[in-house]
């Protein structure tokens, strides 16, 4: 029973254009979520976060989005370049347990 | 800072046998979770230690298991190694137990065969 869903595998999108990854969770006791970018050969690396008591925070192109009652967030890269292409993942956390990994999403930015 | 440090980098193993990972965490971190990755079941928590101690454990069998040391490294056990023990090793460490923000090391290459 996956807690954190990515239910797309793969998202290809034109440089300089938008993109969007989504992930659902279902546990609603999860108040802190993160995405990571992951490149091939390489751990992951920490993008992005959002606590539950917030719907958005922005870092740079990089965007997430919470709907809570929902249970959605989204990421938003605005622009996207090519160095972008990487698999992301999502995780969740009830503060203070683990973490708890969505499946990833393969982006590929196009040039 | 030096980051997350993993060794080895890659190993083959045989059924049956057992293998011992390591992780040094950030310089000052204290808290080191271990996962594993594996193309269809993506990251998959292992364990956490904090302060040489266990502190979450996921839903992997006995086989698996670890320890902590004084100064914060961390190694993972495997025995009785299976095919499906076939992953990559992700550790991540973070300052404080279940932290928000962890940082992950390179990894270790486990094939089993």
């Known amino acids: 029973d996956q807690q954190v869903k990515q239910n797309s595998p793969s998202l290809s999108v034109q440089e300089g254009r938008i993109s969007i990854l989504n992930c659902d969770y279902t546990?609603?006791?999860?108040?802190?979520f993160l995405w990571y970018k992951k490149y091939p050969a390489e751990g992951p690396t920490f993008l992005i976060s959002?606590?539950?008591?917030?719907d958005k925070n922005e870092d740079g192109r990089f965007t997430v989005f919470l709907n809570k009652s929902a249970k959605h967030l989204s990421l938003h890269i605005v622009p996207s370049q090519p160095g972008d292409s990487a698999v992301y993942f999502c995780?969740?956390?009830?503060?203070?347990?683990?973490?708890?990994f969505g499946p990833g999403t393969r982006l590929s930015v196009l040039p | 800072k030096a980051g997350v440090t993993q060794t080895p980098r890659y190993l083959i193993k045989t059924r049956g046998q057992q293998v011992t990972l390591s992780c040094s965490p950030i310089s000052g971190h204290r808290s080191v979770s271990w996962y594993q990755q594996t193309p269809g079941q993506g990251l998959q928590f292992l364990f956490e230690y904090f302060s040489e101690t266990q502190r979450n454990k996921g839903n992997f069998p006995g086989r698996f298991s670890g320890r902590q040391f004084s100064n914060s490294r961390s190694e993972m056990n495997v025995s009785t190694l299976e095919l499906g023990d076939s992953a990559l090793y992700l550790c991540?460490?973070?300052?404080?137990?279940?932290?928000?923000?962890?940082?992950f090391g390179q990894g270790t290459r486990l094939t089993v065969v």
């Open positions: 991540a460490s973070s300052f404080a137990q279940g932290g928000t923000e962890a940082f």
């Open positions: 959002i606590s539950s008591i917030k």
């Open positions: 546990n609603s006791m999860f108040d802190y």
């Open positions: 995780a969740a956390s009830n503060y203070g347990q683990n973490f708890v």
